[in-house]
Structures are given as C-alpha cells and as structure tokens.
C-alpha cells in the first residue's frame, strides 16, 4: 500500500497544557503556532508517523505577565529553546483506539513519553477534503525537560505542580 500523507490544519486544531497552580487550581494555555504531519500506509493508522512542532513563542495562558514569564529562562527560555517537538517512535492501535509513543523534546532535553490518542473519523469537508480527527491526552513531569523554576508556600506545598496534563484537538487533512 502507498504511503498517505496527512497534514495538521491548524485553523482545527489545537494543542493545550493544564497544570496546578497553588495546588487549588488548573491553569490552561496553549501553544498556538504548531505543525505536524502523520504519515501512515493504511487507512486504519497502524503504524503511522508523526511529527509536531510548536512555538514556544506562542505560548497563551490568557495573562500576559504569565505568558513572559513562561516564555523566559525560568520555563521555556523561547530565545534559546523557539520549538518544542515530538516525533513518533510507534502508534498502535487499542481498541478503536490508539497509543502514540515517541520522543519529546522540550529546551534541548529528549523523554520518551507515551500518549493517549482517541480516533474521531474521518470525514470530507464541503470543499472536498478529507480529513481525519484525533484527540490526544497524556500526562508528562515538567522537571524531567528541565523546567524546574517553583516556590514554596507558607501553608506547604508548591506553587507550581510538577505535573503538565497535555490536551490535543487536532485535525489532519489527507493530501493528495
């Protein structure tokens, strides 16, 4: 079977992160300029390819004093470290569902993580194109990138949770 090439249509699609914040709360932001393709040989997916980058630039929590302060040294640094990327090492199937393991690359550090990726179908837009839909959930520590900027409370705990749940709506679009 010939290989299909599916790319991210970003206008569909998007990429977000969720982490506690005083322990109480989850604060959500997004990466807003990203891309990725999936290469697969079969129509089920099985064994597909998958490539993504984001801009660490892009980054967007809804407040901008958040926002720069994500985008400096003490998280993403984005003037030194501007993408973070993640290839594909497997995608398999489980269920009508799949798991996506691959190699993810945040300030110059690579882990392997493995994600949850729920198959929405395919369908043709009324333009003609055929797109296919996926969401993706996981969970990675953020001090394993080297992202460890935090502050201890006066009641115990961190200000910052380790964990970084990962959310993604991403919709590919066949090519020809």
Known sequence: MATTTWVLDPTHSELQFKVKHLMITTVTGSMNVLTATLTS???DFQGAHVKFE???GSIDTGNTD???HLKSGDFFNADEFPKVSFESTSFEKDGSDYVL????TIRDVTKSVKLDVEFGGIATD???NTKAGFTLSGKIKRTDFGLT???ALETGGVM???DVRILGELQF???A
């Open 41 to 43: 040989e079969s129509d």
């Open 54 to 56: 984001a801009e660490t």
């Open 66 to 68: 958040r926002d720069t």
């Open 101 to 104: 393991a691959g190699n993810l």
């Open 126 to 128: 009324p333009w003609g």
């Open 149 to 151: 900027w935090n502050a």
């Open 160 to 162: 910052v949770s380790e």
């Open 173 to 175: 679009v066949k090519q």
